[in-house]
């Protein structure tokens, strides 16, 4: 038996790929939406890998330090090293900011928006690898940055007040929301974290020696001792922790939640807090863009496939006139439905493989989500096609003989 | 009434009635049809505009049921008051061929294709179907348009086609309705000659209903259908030249 819908198709090619093309546009966006939350999820869990840390530990009742603020004492580290099944604890940083480049004027030049990060350079928190340049070697004004902020091994940055020289760069190192990270060593970072204009520290300065009981005539040496304090900052985001081969990091998590008043969070932990609540909003959101589309896709397809059988009313009419089966002529409607979501898949498919390293945020088209789209959009062509078999099966066919 | 046929054989209808609706609002579209075709005789239908021509066609291809009566094809009683089999599409596939006014040939089928379609419903290899569906091509002058395209035939050709595709599956039984309005006189003309050679060697009953005045002579019989009631009266059933 002859496909009566391949001919169909084979026929009226040039309508069917351009329908096709048109279906695959908007399944192209479907497949870049999957991509985008898949995109975050991974991000989150390079952000998280790459950081070389089994515990993070942050101030306490806070989802800290991507989720929510968190400040802990620099010298909070000391005690967690101490502690049984500890291998390494490191200081980090974490600031949102806009960094140009230093020989741009401020206002000409926006800059990128990226996660300035603070770390010790050998611990936990400093990047895995380099794809160029090399690692920090001085303790001040040099930075490493994502090969996504755009900038190359030599430019220089600014930081707040002061300039860096980019001496490596690394990949996959982005914050939650996708900015991509720059790393700088955790001093300058401390100091650009909480470090006020000119204007504002003379200021600070003057309000401070004008309240008689800070700047107290008998004690001499107090107020330059509170200026001094006020301008330097003691405090981390959080402490990065890796435990020793043999001891069980929810263990140790335990014990210091115990015993520093610390709240701290295991790999797993973490991922659940970057996953499940960070992104969730964004996932939602993404879940019902694909729902919408998913709807207007089966609307498309289904008033496509009903105006086509309606333009063949005639021939359907003859069809079942000379004596052919309901299952033959709803096999060639579903059979067109299904081609059309093939081509509109392919087209999908191509067009969001395409155009995903153009995405600003990272796009991760996975095979899995692949097949599961290409199993949808047939399911949805399936469904769309019943709206048209139904009115085919319907033709009544005395309308094949005139009068 | 004239009987030419052989009892059981070619078409015979008997009392046959049609009402549409129900009640004060009732119509009668038929209401005393009789009528015999013999195996390999072409007869005409002809009749003014909502005589009961298409109901009566529209009956005899098992498309609507009529109201009360008999109608046999061949040797098979379809009809007696009420229909003698469940599966009409079946019926409609083997055993009634149809020519429409327009050839209303699949646009997305080659010419093969379109005559083939039948049989390969019917469940016979493509092959075969091919095959017969070439000989009737040939038989009718087509054969060259095998491979074409409905759209690419002229209107005489795709009414040639039309006719095959009716033909293919050796149905008793060939019912046109107005096969030959599109056409000129030179092209009905064809058609009919057609007809009548093929229902000579098939030994197919046909029925042509018809407004077309440049044919009626060509029929040996001919019914007038009145109020929804037939008369038959005897035609030239001119030679073809």
Sequence with gaps: MISLAGRDILHSWGKFVLTGIGLGLLIGVTLSMAGIYRGMVDDAQALLANSGADLWVVQQDTLGPYAEPSSIRDDAYRGILGMPGVAAAANVTYLTMQVREAAADAGADAGVRAMVVGFEPGQPGEPPYLIDGRRIARSHYEAVADAKTGFVVGDRIRIRRHDYAVVGLTRRMVSSSGDPMIFIPLKDAQEAQFLKDNDAILNERARTAANPALNRPGVPGLLEAIQGAQTVNRSVNAVLVRVGNNASASEVARRIQRWKHLQTYTQAEMEEILVARLIATSARQIAMFLVILSLVSAAIVAFIIYTMTLGKIREIAVLKLIGTRDRTIAGMILQQALGLGLIGFVAGKTVATLWAPIFPKYVLLIPGDAVRGFVAVMAICAIASTLAIRAALKIDPATAIGG | ?241
Aim: aromatic share 4%; with cysteine.
């Design chain 2, 1 to 241: 009434m004239t009987t030419s046929t052989a009892a059981g054989l070619g078409i015979r209808i008997e009392g046959l009635r049609k009402r549409y609706g129900e009640g004060g609002a009732a119509v009668d579209a038929l209401r005393d049809v009789n009528m015999v075709v013999a195996p390999g005789e072409v007869v005409g239908l002809v009749g003014p505009s909502g005589s009961g021509k298409s109901t009566l066609l529209k009956c005899l291809g098992a498309v609507i049921e009529p109201t009360a009566g008999r109608m046999s094809l061949g040797e098979q009683v379809i009809y007696d008051d009420g229909w003698k089999t469940k599966d009409l599409r079946a019926l409609r596939r083997d055993r009634i061929g149809f020519i429409f006014q327009a050839p209303y040939l699949i646009p997305f089928l080659d010419v093969t294709d379109n005559v083939a379609l039948l049989p390969m419903l019917a469940g016979r290899s493509n092959e075969d179907s091919r095959r017969r569906a070439l000989e009737l091509l040939a038989a009718l002058d087509v054969r060259h348009r095998a491979k074409a395209q409905p759209s690419q035939l002229s209107g005489g050709e795709q009414q040639r086609v039309a006719i095959a595709r009716a033909l293919v599956t050796r149905p008793p039984v060939i019912l046109a309705d107005e096969p030959t309005a599109p056409l000129d006189s030179e092209r009905a003309l064809g058609v009919m000659r057609i007809l009548n050679r093929m229902a000579e060697q098939t030994k197919t009953a046909i029925v042509v209903v018809t407004h077309d005045e440049k044919i009626l002579p060509t029929f040996k019989r001919i019914y007038h259908i009145r109020d929804g009631k037939t008369y038959e009266e005897a035609g030239e059933g001119r030679a073809f030249s």
